[in-house]
């Protein structure tokens, strides 16, 4: 939630304390404003703010546009914000390609490059014209410091320190890191720029004065900075991962390129296949020999695994996919975000199939999500799904640091003793898991098959033994449904308004919801881990107050608002809000939705609306 | 790793096949218990893999462990299970179908690996299980379920295909001489790298009249009665070219320095590692210092 | 609907007439079980009865077992029909082994090899005693008759014959097409075991004796004989499919098979490719290319068709994809029905998609079916499921001729004139309906990807307009759901117990519904066509007097059932019906629960039943 | 087929390459242009499928039908293409990875039955559109993003692959000779069956430095100057073992007697069938006459 809290009456200054900023940039590949970015959240992050950054491309390799925001609070944040506080354009036409992803307010500082020759009341944004607007000579002044243009970067960050107090020590660390390696020259250079920018900050103050809050002094030095991919693999390392199958596709191959730095020296191995089918292959060899196994990819791959991960859940074997989302169908917008692969998760095999879904909210999210993911594998022996997206897996956010001995590990049940005797790997037990060996393992022989089978694994065209199979697959997975701390309910439990959001868009509502509370609306959140099977108790216990409301996700046809009302009797006044991707909800426009849907209730109840 | 002495029943499970009276993977199947048990590896060190098929039922009927996947996956799935466990035997076995035209892309990429896996493909220039259609080895013109005019393209050559994409060690058999087949299949076990084994294994049912057993012991010629050199590779190429024409057993090129195999240099790239940190390090490098 | 027609009491004789006959016959491979069902339905069909017959084998590929279901009828047919009328066992072992799909009751007339040396009142079928039960040497008589047991498969058509009657002159006729061409001797062979058959009837006369109705002269010689796979093909022949990818599974194949034999007549190609990646790509660049083209397979081909079949969606390119339902999940029961690839059609592939679906319900059905596949494909420019399963495809029924100028043949709307001039692939339509080309016309060039594009077909990262795209996408095939032409109801339009099913089981709630209302229950039966998308007012009409009702369905999971409660408030009072492939319903057990429903409404509503 | 002069131009489109500056991709385009203009089919009646990939885009920089498909699939889709009109000229474009990782199972098939089709594959050694992973070209021991320690297998042979599988025509080039790739794409879209050009076309951004143009220039080879006869397999064979050790250009193998194409098969399969029945026969045979 934003605030500028307004101290200039008390102090007699004309300025503010900014609790919260966000800051977006963008210009061609090579003006390096991703890197501004990063070093800007880097400083941030270091001096105990938190902070978030996601990035965004066009569809070239090199060059192209580029764009970044960052969003640095001095309060926790569930996501990279709505309008800018503070907007950067090296050039017009780069800034404009990514529309909404860069939404211009009134209130925004717009910050521009002097060079493109366009005066500050004529600045090309369509319905809005920025109280403050600077066009600054960022081009002029790096040569200025360096004799070449090669240090904009360095002038952009001086501006932002200069103009918000934004974390100037930790930034010229961070230079100095970044280049001293370089060279003295290198680095005096871009220091220059620093300044320079810094300078004519201080020169062309803001007509309003905004600083950035600084955070309490113990939270300096002590919290992680990573993105989704990065967090999904680490997790999976501490889950006891050994094997991973991948093949390169974006937004998830940093996933493989993490593993295969570090998974060596713990005993694991990456092998990049030829292809998805292969690589889902190959982790589910690893796991029918008795190994955590794990393969990530995105929507195309998702499609190529479909059959393997049918096998997979016949068979009984653990397995861990991450689908890290991007645009669809097909090759769709491979670099942006969207949660419309959610019915494919739940229904792409054919035959009756059940394999849970997970799905984080922020990069911090990912570490408990994954865990979770291995840990539900290897207990329910079956393959599960963790459904991130590009802006969860390609964000860069402030994490606290991970308290690891909260986390359980589990393994699957292997049989022992009187089970090896007459070993029955399929063995129609009450719980429907039954004990499992590998190979290796001395008298838990068995036939492992797609074919369907008996309790020992042999072939069988029995009708019968197919119905008490895919009954003893769907039951292990009964007791799911029940796990209640798969679910975060946020709000009055008897609140009569109600949202549901999933994925990256978790975080959107929690911000809509604390406005839409700050109005005085009574608002409740419902945020599920656990997106498939849908837990029909904790559904109806959540609605059983809820007369309106809202299922909001970025997918065209709502696709979780559908698959709730599969299980569970939707209360009618819920509706989806839902849209296709890299068109982002923002906090204020779901808050203005739940003060309609208040309002209606009010008509409908032919009474005054509640405090 | 144990060695005991086993004979070829230990390997034979309860389960009756459920092949054509006749058909060729019976003898294959033999052919293998044998095989198996001049190795000494018990059954619960053995993981044997196959794809969907007619021949990719012949794991359930070994007391090996038994992993009857999809169609034309069946190397893969291997991979993943020798690198999860390079200490077991990885038996691969499947049908012309499940291995050159389904899963034929899987098999350059399994050679140029090298995992030390033995790959059994019985070879019946048919697709048995579902009845009788082309297969990617049925010979140019031949007349089948899906094509009644006669196949209007040429056949895959699994013996040069394999020798081109560099594997270590090619041979060639047919269950019409079983204790040849067993030999050769126990070689190839032993090869410490990828090893391929073309089996002519007839089909009664839908194979042609050529392919049958009966022609196959009048046709057959050992590789050794050609004087051929099973380390000289370019040999083995032209030899190679005869496929569909003659039928050659025995060992086409068996490489005499087998390179490391992918899961010896998976070890050492482990073991370069050095030690094994704890897993609660993983996180370290993106705390943010203030220093 | 079956009936024995007591007319012993008016003749004076033990005689029944049946309108209805059901023979069920199990034996190992070699028996000819099969080719003696054969001989029987087509005798039967040549004059004039209604016919069906299901066949169902083990997983050998020879030898191992093997069974056929035969129903007869002088009244059209729906279903093979549930409890056996006539079992013929071979031998007893082979006969068990098909359980629930060959169920005897108490009125089954039992025919069984004497050789067996079980005794009539020792026959082992679990819970049931036949009061009449017949232990014939079978072997005996087609060795007196031949020499050898090869006769076996005409000795039991002579029992038959001689027994109920049925088309004695057809079978001979078909013995003599069949064994006239292996010389006289075995024809001589083979029609002195029919006689010794017929003789060994008359000499053991039934204690009421049945025999067959026969059907209205003008009948004979009428009918069509085939399987749904058959039909399929030659559907897809009559709407103008070129070409054909395909690759060989069960129990599709026989679509290719028929394809490759009849399609090059017809200025068409069939391509067997190297997998079912391959044979869809064969298809959708055929369609590309501007020609009808299809694709087919069963469950595991499909999961491998997903990627591309996500690619047609978004490239707009038509297509049609029969999918030949068997058991699943992975290989499954290849040679068993199910109904439980429903999500994946719908759900399949990765992004925002909307695909038709349609169903067809009997051999005769898949005409129109594949036909009607052709035109929404060619029409909306989208690839179009056919789900059809095992039973279907592979069960052989008499079909009316087909009345061809009945049935309009629809193609793609070409660009012409002035659209050729800034020719746009994806012009934004209000139809959403963009004219397309095909490589060859002049002024039609564009590039179809599989990444999201403009109007042009240029490649975009615009979320604006993947937003559009997707709009469009769906909006085309929003006239669908106003189809009332794809949906059958049969019943009183004001009835409160409604049942809905599709598929093969479309047809045992048929006759489950006849039955009902022969008890007085006020059922309505709503068959779908168009599965997907879901035709919401359609449903919401139907529903609108239901109270209480069914969706029937052979699934573990009740797909249609979930489905339809995405987009359909189902009444609370309807609930899912379903159970795992191999264990079909019986029109009687359906019924059964009818009555139950409707007792329910009584106790709901406090008063008596309705008449 | 109409015959029209028409220039490189007539071949560019409007779209702007999205390219890294420097990519090799831009030199093949040009050829491809050059290429064109000589062989005098207007765009209209070719059709251009690629897969995905930094060189998949290539189709939308021409003004032919352009078909940018999925990721390894191009070859069944332009046989899909092919079948259903002959008459097109029909060719093919992807990278490495796109051709012989995840496309590799499509390749012997498309080469074994024959359809006329032109194959570029733009061979870069690395994954350039994800980033710099490895490629199945990749040599041996090359670190790229996902083998930072470097690759443990041994790379694919492009050349000797699809020599293997009985392809008439393969060839390679390189846009460090602009004009001459040109000249040996003309000939490939010219063999009448289908045809294989290697392009090694360097990445400028994730390549390998001995990968760049400039090295190209200095150490390419034309194999007219080594002396190679382009009829002979057996030389091609030997000649293409040196991929990825000397960079050889020009044609390593042309069939001095191209057989029939699959399309020409179709076309004499569907004379042979006769005339042509009305569509409301087909269902014909299945009357059950009572006679
Ligand atoms: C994905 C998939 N496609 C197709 C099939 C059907 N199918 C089963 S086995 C087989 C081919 C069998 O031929 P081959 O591999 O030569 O084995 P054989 O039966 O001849 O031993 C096919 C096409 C399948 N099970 N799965
Ligand atoms: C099914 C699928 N898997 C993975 C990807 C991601 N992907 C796109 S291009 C590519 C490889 C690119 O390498 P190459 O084919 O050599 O082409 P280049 O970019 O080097 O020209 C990959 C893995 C994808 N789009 N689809
Ligand atoms: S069909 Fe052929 S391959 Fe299959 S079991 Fe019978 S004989 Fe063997
Ligand atoms: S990444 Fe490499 S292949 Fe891709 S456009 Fe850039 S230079 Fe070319
Ligand atoms: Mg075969
Ligand atoms: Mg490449």
């Given at each position: 939630?934003?605030?500028?809290?307004?101290?200039?009456?008390?102090?007699?200054?004309?300025?503010?304390?900014?609790?919260?900023?966000?800051?977006?940039?963008?210009?061609?590949?090579?003006?390096?404003?991703?890197?501004?970015?990063?070093?800007?959240?880097?400083?941030?992050?270091?001096?105990?703010?938190?902070?978030?950054?996601?990035?965004?491309?066009?569809?070239?390799?090199?060059?192209?546009?580029?764009?970044?925001?960052?969003?640095?609070?001095?309060?926790?944040?569930?996501?990279?914000?709505?309008?800018?506080?503070?907007?950067?354009?090296?050039?017009w036409e780069d800034f404009l390609r990514f529309g909404a992803e860069l939404p211009v307010g009134g209130d925004t500082v717009v910050i521009y490059e002097e060079a493109t020759g366009v005066a500050p009341h004529e600045i090309p944004l369509p319905g809005v014209l920025p109280r403050e607007v600077f066009a600054v000579p960022i081009d002029a002044l790096a040569k200025e410091a360096m004799g070449t243009d090669k240090a904009k970067t360095s002038v952009v960050l001086g501006l932002l320190a200069g103009w918000f107090d934004i974390a100037p020590a930790g930034i010229l660390?961070?230079?100095?890191?970044?280049?001293?390696?370089?060279?003295?020259?290198?680095?005096?250079?871009?220091?220059?720029a620093f300044a320079l920018g810094q300078r004519y900050a201080a020169e062309h103050p803001l007509a309003v004065a905004r600083k950035l809050s600084r955070p309490p002094d113990e939270r300096v030095g002590k919290q992680l900075l990573?993105?989704?991919?990065?967090?999904?693999?680490?997790?999976?390392?501490?889950?006891?991962?050994?094997?991973?199958?991948?093949?390169?596709?974006?937004?998830?191959?940093?996933?493989?390129?993490?593993?295969?730095r570090e998974i060596w020296k713990y005993g694991g191995a990456v092998l990049q296949a030829e292809d998805e089918i292969a690589s889902i292959g190959v982790a589910v060899g690893a796991s029918y020999a008795g190994k955590k196994a794990m393969t990530a990819t995105s929507g195309p791959g998702m499609s190529l695994k479909t059959e393997i991960l049918g096998l997979a859940s016949l068979a009984e074997l653990p397995l861990v996919l991450l689908n890290v989302q991007r645009g669809g169908p097909s090759t769709g917008s491979p670099t942006k975000p969207e949660q419309s692969d959610l019915f494919q998760a739940a229904f792409s095999a054919h035959g009756d199939v059940l394999r849970p879904i997970l799905a984080p909210t922020t990069v911090a999210d990912t570490f408990r999500v994954t865990v979770e993911a291995f840990n539900l594998a290897e207990h329910y022996q079956t393959p599960v799904i963790i459904l991130s997206d590009q802006e969860i897996a390609q964000r860069k956010e402030t994490v606290?640091?991970?308290?690891?001995?909260?986390?359980?590990?589990?393994?699957?049940?292997?049989?022992?003793?009187?089970?090896?005797?007459?070993?029955?790997?399929?063995?129609?037990?009450?719980?429907?898991?039954?004990?499992?060996?590998?190979?290796?393992?001395?008298?838990?022989?068995?036939?492992?098959?797609?074919?369907?089978?008996?309790?020992?694994?042999?072939?069988?065209?029995?009708?019968?033994?197919?119905?008490?199979?895919?009954?003893?697959?769907?039951?292990?997975l009964a007791p799911l449904e029940r796990r209640h701390d798969l679910f975060e309910i946020v709000g009055p439990a008897d609140a009569p308004l109600g949202l549901v959001s999933w994925g990256s868009n978790a975080g959107v509502c929690r911000e809509a919801m604390e406005l839409a509370r700050a109005r005085g609306l009574q608002v409740k959140l419902l945020v599920p881990t656990l997106i498939y099977p849908v837990a029909r108790e904790v559904?109806?216990?959540?609605?059983?107050?809820?007369?309106?409301?809202?299922?909001?996700?970025?997918?065209?046809?709502?696709?979780?608002?559908?698959?709730?009302?599969?299980?569970?009797?939707?209360?009618?006044?819920?509706?989806?809000?839902?849209?296709?991707?890299?068109?982002?909800?923002?906090?204020?426009?779901?808050?203005?939705?739940?003060?309609?849907?208040?309002l209606g209730l009010q008509v409908r109840h032919g009474r005054q609306a509640q405090e | 790793?144990?060695?005991?002495?086993?004979?070829?029943?230990?390997?034979?499970?309860?389960?009756?096949?459920?092949?054509?009276?006749?058909?060729?993977?019976?003898?294959?199947?033999?052919?293998?218990?044998?095989?198996?048990?001049?190795?000494?590896?018990?059954?619960?060190?053995?993981?044997?893999?196959?794809?969907?098929?007619?021949?990719?039922?012949?794991?359930?009927?070994?007391?090996?462990?038994?992993?009857?996947?999809?169609?034309g996956r069946a190397l893969p799935i291997a991979q993943g299970i020798k690198l999860a466990r390079p200490e077991l035997l990885?038996?691969?076995?499947?049908?012309?179908?499940?291995?050159?035209?389904?899963?034929?892309?899987?098999?350059?990429?399994?050679?140029?690996?090298?995992?030390?896996?033995?790959?059994?493909?019985?070879?019946?220039?048919?697709?048995?299980?579902?009845?009788?259609?082309?297969?990617?080895?049925?010979?140019?013109?031949?007349?089948?379920?899906?094509?009644?005019?006669?196949?209007?393209?040429?056949?895959?050559?699994?013996l040069a295909y394999v020798l081109s994409y560099g594997a270590g060690f090619v041979a060639q058999g047919?269950?019409?001489?079983?204790?040849?087949?067993?030999?050769?299949?126990?070689?190839?076990?032993?090869?410490?790298?990828?090893?391929?084994?073309?089996?002519?294994?007839?089909?009664?049912?839908?194979?042609?009249?050529?392919?049958?057993?009966?022609?196959?012991?009048?046709?057959?010629?050992?590789?050794?009665?050609?004087?051929?050199d099973q380390t000289d590779r370019i040999a083995a190429m032209r030899l190679a070219q005869d496929y569909g024409k003659a039928l050659y057993t025995g060992v086409f090129y068996r490489n005499p320095e087998p390179p490391p195999t992918f899961e010896a240099l998976v070890r050492e790239r482990q073991t370069a590692q050095g030690e094994r940190p704890a897993r609660e390090k993983i996180l370290d490098r993106y705390l943010q210092r203030a220093t």
């Open positions: 939630m934003r605030a500028w809290i307004e101290i200039g009456k008390e102090t007699g200054a004309e300025e503010q304390m900014a609790e919260d900023l966000i800051i977006g940039m963008a210009g061609s590949g090579g003006d390096g404003i991703v890197s501004a970015g990063e070093a800007l959240v880097s400083a941030a992050a270091s001096e105990g703010f938190h902070a978030m950054m996601t990035k965004s491309f066009g569809s070239q390799i090199r060059g192209g546009e580029s764009s970044c925001r960052v969003r640095l609070s001095i309060r926790r944040l569930h996501n990279p914000g709505g309008v800018l506080d503070v907007a950067v354009a090296l050039n660390r961070g230079m100095a890191k970044r280049w001293g390696k370089k060279g003295p020259e290198v680095l005096s250079g871009n220091e220059k990573l993105d989704g991919n990065d967090m999904c693999a680490a997790a999976a390392i501490f889950a006891g991962c050994e094997v991973f199958g991948g093949y390169p596709i974006t937004p998830s191959t940093e996933v493989m390129q993490f593993l295969t606290e640091p991970i308290e690891f001995s909260r986390f359980d590990v589990l393994s699957r049940r292997e049989p022992a003793g009187a089970e090896l005797e007459h070993y029955r790997r399929f063995l129609l037990t009450e719980s429907g898991i039954s004990p499992i060996s590998h190979p290796g393992m001395v008298g838990g022989n068995y036939l492992a098959a797609g074919i369907e089978h008996n309790e020992h694994g042999d072939p069988t065209v029995s009708g019968k033994m197919h119905a008490l199979m895919n009954e003893k697959r769907f039951r292990k559904y109806e216990g959540f609605f059983a107050s809820v007369e309106a409301g809202l299922v909001v996700e970025q997918s065209h046809q709502g696709q979780l608002y559908r698959i709730l009302r599969m299980y569970v009797d939707v209360p009618r006044g819920v509706t989806s809000l839902a849209r296709s991707g890299a068109n982002p909800f923002q906090p204020a426009e779901v808050a203005a939705k739940l003060a309609e849907l208040a | 790793m144990t060695t005991v002495a086993l004979g070829p029943k230990d390997f034979k499970s309860e389960l009756k096949p459920i092949w054509c009276p006749g058909c060729g993977d019976f003898g294959v199947l033999q052919a293998l218990y044998r095989a198996l048990s001049g190795i000494g590896r018990a059954p619960h060190e053995i993981a044997f893999v196959s794809g969907i098929g007619c021949s990719s039922r012949i794991p359930g009927y070994t007391t090996a462990y038994g992993f009857n996947t999809v169609h990885v038996l691969v076995a499947g049908g012309d179908g499940d291995g050159f035209s389904i899963g034929g892309g899987h098999v350059a990429h399994a050679v140029r690996r090298n995992f030390d896996l033995t790959y059994l493909v019985m070879d019946n220039q048919i697709y048995g299980l579902t009845k009788g259609q082309l297969s990617p080895t049925s010979p140019h013109g031949l007349e089948t379920a899906t094509s009644p005019y006669g196949s209007l393209e040429d056949p895959v050559n699994p047919t269950p019409a001489d079983m204790p040849g087949l067993a030999k050769i299949v126990e070689e190839a076990i032993r090869y410490p790298g990828f090893a391929f084994v073309n089996i002519q294994s007839p089909c009664v049912t839908y194979g042609q009249e050529v392919q049958q057993m009966k022609v196959h012991k009048a046709t057959m010629k050992t590789l050794a009665s050609v004087g051929h």
